[in-house]
């Protein structure tokens, strides 16, 4: 059983278009998260959600929005396309609070040409 | 707000050679620290963490790392390693419980690419 999932896997597109990216987990977290991995492996946090509800929200361009539709699921929308957005998206989750462990899915490889 | 340095982006080894990978923080409220894993196209693993108790925390694979709050440290090393632990290793802390707010933004560092030879 997968843990965290994540779809699509990869996803090509050209600038100026918009896309989404999904996240589910079937571990019975009440916080998930979207973070971005760029070319050179460094990892930052995008978004938190805890109970569907928005508690970090880091400096992301507003083209970036997440949604929560419930405790299992995180969606990431994002407008208007960049080169720059070329990265590996990835989602986690895990109880609330600091000490606990996040469970990563598999990553999201976004290509902007 | 939190930082962590890992000083090395790269460690080639020879198989069954011991390896250290360093991890330094900064922050001026205490923290929990961990190592998370990265094997070729996966998402992270969580390797061990600290929270509070004994200084030195164990894997189950063999992995240990130590924390030093004198030295603001949190090194993770084996004693010998295999061609399986090739890996990108990230060292991560987020403040611990006491030391209020409630985000627990894990902050990481670049990544340590552990390349284990033959």
């Known amino acids: 059983d997968t843990a965290v999932s994540q779809t699509p896997k990869y996803l090509v597109t050209q600038m100026g278009n918009d896309k989404s990216i999904k996240c589910e987990q079937n571990?019975?977290?009440?916080?998930m998260y979207w973070y971005k991995q760029d070319s050179k492996k460094f990892l930052k946090i995008m978004f938190s959600?805890?109970?569907?509800?928005?508690?970090i929200n880091e400096t992301v361009p507003n083209r970036f929005s997440p949604k929560s539709p419930d405790k299992a699921h995180l969606n990431l929308h994002i407008n208007s396309l960049e080169l720059g957005d070329s990265a590996v998206y990835f989602c986690?989750?895990?109880?609330?609070?600091?000490?606990?462990?996040?469970?990563f899915g598999p990553g999201t490889r976004l290509t902007v040409t | 707000a939190q930082s962590v340095t890992q000083l090395d982006s790269q460690v080639p080894v020879f198989e069954e050679a011991p390896v250290e990978l360093r991890c330094n923080y900064s922050?001026?409220?205490?923290?929990?620290l961990f190592w998370y894993v990265q094997y070729p196209n996966q998402g992270l693993q969580l390797l061990l963490k600290?929270?509070?108790?004994?200084?030195l925390v164990e894997s189950i694979n063999g992995f240990e790392a130590e924390f030093n709050k004198s030295q603001t440290s949190f090194h993770l090393r084996k004693p010998s390693v295999h061609i399986s632990d090739t890996a990108e290793y990230f060292c991560?802390?987020?403040?611990?419980?006491?030391?209020?707010?409630?985000?627990?933004?894990?902050?990481f560092g670049k990544g340590t690419l552990l390349t284990v030879n033959p």
């Open positions: 986690a989750s895990s109880h609330f609070g600091g000490a606990a462990e996040q469970y």
């Open positions: 959600y805890n109970n569907k509800e928005l508690i």
């Open positions: 991560a802390v987020t403040p611990n419980q006491n030391s209020g707010g409630s985000n627990y933004k894990l902050t």
């Open positions: 600290y929270l509070s108790g004994s200084t």
């Open positions: 922050s001026s409220v205490s923290v929990y």
């Open positions: 571990l019975g977290h009440d916080t």
